[in-house]
Nanobody, 119 residues
């Protein structure tokens, strides 16, 4: 059974930094893409950053220049370095692993980790 386990969330003051990690287990394949989404109370879950197996990245406009996503393909692990955090970054952050198999797309999710930024 595929599992994604996040770690690294917590409480930080505005302007501070956090590093999230997400390790995948139970897979016999490598994800085509891994990413981070976040969901604030009362809002939808939105993409924060994604990285493909080849290293191509994309970011939400709101985090460009502050967040950096990286991955270790050998370990099926993805990281999110978050700098210059703002109160509006407060949310539950979810790790996502995406696999394309023939014409189908399969998404796997972690349980989420809370990030709280105080002003």
């Amino acid at each position: 059974q595929v599992q994604l386990v996040e770690s690294g969330g917590g409480l930080v003051q505005a302007g501070g930094s956090l590093r999230l990690s997400c390790a995948a287990s139970g897979t016999y394949f490598s994800f085509n893409a891994m990413g981070w989404y976040r969901q604030a109370p009362g809002k939808q879950r939105d993409l924060v950053a994604r990285i493909a197996s080849g290293g191509t990245t994309n970011y939400a406009d709101s985090v460009k220049g502050r967040f950096t996503i990286s991955r270790d393909n050998a370990k099926n692990t993805v990281y999110l370095q978050m700098n210059s955090l703002k109160p509006e970054d407060t949310a539950v952050y979810y790790c996502n692993g995406r696999r394309f198999y023939y014409s189908s797309q399969y998404d796997y999710w972690g349980q989420g980790t809370q990030v709280t930024v105080s002003s």
